[in-house]
């Protein structure tokens, strides 16, 4: 896998806007209307960007596929940071849905343990390049790293059908919860060297 420079940007968000399109917890704090899948760009493009600054973003050494990772402990609260913000709730998550939203985001951090992680927050594979095992090796390749880095990786799904599929990958289901969807909480210890 490669580090992302910022010039990939719209690579990156076209790979995640196509591959989240109909995922229930992007659409859950986009604003369902007709311009649905523009405002999961903006969604996109805001993960990038937060990534970015506070985290990592990786391509697939063939650009087909591609990760967003957080360091939560290393966010912080910039002025950067509040632009980015206010544009994702203009742009994408609609001031009718700032309540729900930011009560999802809430209670993901009082489930989420309080120690370093490596939060997988997104990784897609583009639409014509899926079930060829190029997500596959970009997660063990992220699984590489976080043990380099130390740190256990955190993520959490709304597709069931990735459940095995992480699960295959070392990854346990420590919580559930009932949004108007079920959300799974996943973490997979350190890799062993």
């Known amino acids: 896998m490669i580090k992302a420079e910022y010039s990939d940007k719209n690579l990156v968000v076209d790979i995640l806007t196509k591959s989240f399109e109909t995922n229930q917890s992007v659409n859950y704090i986009v604003k369902q209307d007709e311009e649905r899948i523009d405002r999961i760009g ?12 506070f985290g990592d973003v990786f391509l697939s050494n063939d650009k087909k596929a591609c990760a967003l990772v957080l360091y939560p ?17 203009l742009s994408c998550v609609g001031i009718e849905n700032i309540k729900k ?14 120690e ?31 043990r380099v880095k130390g740190r256990p990786i955190y993520l959490e799904t709304s597709t069931l ?6 699960q295959k990958f070392g990854f346990n289901i420590y919580h559930e919860a009932d949004l108007s969807y079920k959300l799974f909480f996943l973490r997979r210890e350190l890799a062993k060297p």
């Not at 402990?73 to 994702?88: E, P, R």
């Not at 999802?104 to 951090?109: D, H, W």
């Open 101 to 114: 939203t930011l009560a999802r985001e809430s209670m993901i951090k009082k489930i989420q343990p309080k």
């Open 116 to 146: 370093f992680m490596y939060y997988l927050w997104f990784i897609g594979v583009g639409p014509d390049y899926q079930n060829l095992g190029i997500g596959g090796v970009l997660l063990n390749e992220l699984i590489e790293d976080s």
């Open 42 to 53: 903006v969604l996109m493009e805001y993960s990038f960007d937060v990534c970015y600054l």
């Open 161 to 166: 059908k990735n459940l095995p599929w992480y």
């Open 73 to 89: 402990d290393k966010k912080k609260t910039t002025f950067k940071s509040i632009l980015l913000d206010v544009k994702l709730i």
